[in-house]
């Protein structure tokens, strides 16, 4: 599975941006898909998952203002990111796998991240 991350740019704290993950290779209507995200000087953090049902699960730091969301026709999974505030500038990854736990370490693929910045 090859997973292309998209739509990552400066934006200003309060304002809002929407990320967009391709995959191709197979379907990925099965698989759990999730967003990850990586500041600068810190470790690699889960930010929202989404199984094949649409449940989903966010980060605390990220609940009520990120919504997750997948198009399986698409083969496509979205981060809607809303209220948006300097602390969550870092490099986004898209994630997919059978399964898919908080942890980076059990990840099975990674996208390329793409870079958001929120300025104050």
């Known amino acids: 599975v090859q997973l292309q991350a998209s739509g990552g740019g400066l934006v200003q704290a309060g304002g809002s941006l929407r990320l967009s993950c391709a995959a191709s290779g197979r379907t990925v209507s099965s698989d759990v898909m999730a967003w990850f995200r990586q500041a600068p000087g810190k470790e690699r953090e889960f930010v929202a998952t989404i199984r094949s049902s649409a449940n989903t699960y966010y980060a605390g730091s990220v609940k009520g203002r990120f919504t997750i969301s997948r198009d399986n026709a698409k083969n496509t999974v979205y981060l809607q990111m809303n209220s948006l505030k300097p602390e969550d500038t870092a490099v986004y990854y898209c994630?997919?796998?059978?399964?898919?736990?908080?942890?980076?370490?059990?990840?099975?693929?990674w996208g390329k991240g793409t870079l958001v910045t929120v300025s104050s």
């Open positions: 994630a997919a796998g059978r399964v898919m736990s908080t942890s980076p370490a059990g990840v099975e693929y």
